[in-house]
């Protein structure tokens, strides 16, 4: 379980989250981007991990999972477009949408189903979606058993890695610099009633952020699915983070991606906050795409927790933060 500090304060407002939100959200569904060249992100995509698929001006990124898209890029000047966040069903997006005065249209994208779109604090596009259909998910390579020194589970066998992009299962989370942090957190929260996992405290009176989960009950949950970070720099898109199969694929992911050429910005390590091993990456104009695996899990019940700056940008293990994720 989360370790619980300043119990009073933090209890009343998951008291507060869970009983007053518009919806509950299940997840983060996908993230929009814009580019100049979609040829350019279709190859760094595809190196990332990512099967996609070209609608016109537009390309469509899949992973392995049943997400019918997690990465979407129209073509312009580039820039972060938007996130999605997934509603569990067409009953709630109609509440969702009664309650902002807004309508349920059909979703252009794979996978059809629904959407509402709505506007953030700092003008970003927030659409939420419900009734996607899902689409078959691929076959992951087959997780070889681990030689510890307390447990030797592969025997008289060796071990091969197949070299190649990690295997994008999902998408885990996203994060957002915003302007004003509690003024974000309320509307977040309000609408899709997520629960603080972790707060970052300068003084017990002043928090720049949260590790927000969604409330999905006894279910356990990613420790977060949206963090909200007020930054120096204003509003603006922090970067995102898609799950692969596990630490090998992660380590072929990052040989392929290094051998390509590409931006490499931070990793291998592993979090504090989350505890994911985490891999960071630059797509060619800029954006911070990350490989995780083996993140924390948490239910409704598990609370909440004030965290410090050195927390956040602390590691277990690897290299400490470029000056570029302050």
Known sequence: MLHIDHSDMID????????????????IAFVRFRAPDLAQMRAFLEEFGLTVMEDGERLFARGAGQSPFLHATELGEPGFAG??????????????AAAEDLQVLPLDAPGGGHVVTLTDPDGR??????GQSATPASVLPAREPWNSASARERLRQTKRVSPGPAHVVRLGHCVLN??????????????FGLITSDEIALTPDFSIGA??????????????TLFLIQSPSGPGFNHAA???????????????LKDAGRHAEWGVGRHILGSQVFDYWRDPWGHTLEHWTDGDLFTAADGSNVASLEDLMGVQWGPSAPPTMA
Do not use: N
């Not at 004003?180 to 929260?189: G, L, N, V």
């Not at 898609?242 to 392929?256: I, K, N, R, S």
């Open 12 to 27: 009343q407002s998951v008291i507060y989250e869970r009983a007053m939100s518009t919806i509950k959200i299940e997840d």
């Open 83 to 96: 996130l999605g966040l997934r509603a569990s069903s067409l009953a709630d997006l109609e509440a969702l």
């Open 125 to 130: 596009r927030v659409e939420v979606v419900a």
């Open 178 to 191: 915003v302007g004003d942090f509690r003024a974000s957190e309320r509307w977040y929260k309000d609408r």
């Open 211 to 224: 590790f927000l989960r969604c409330d999905r009950g006894a279910t356990p949950t990613d420790h977060h």
């Open 242 to 256: 898609f799950e692969v199969a596990d630490l090998d694929d992660l380590m072929a992911g990052h040989q392929t």
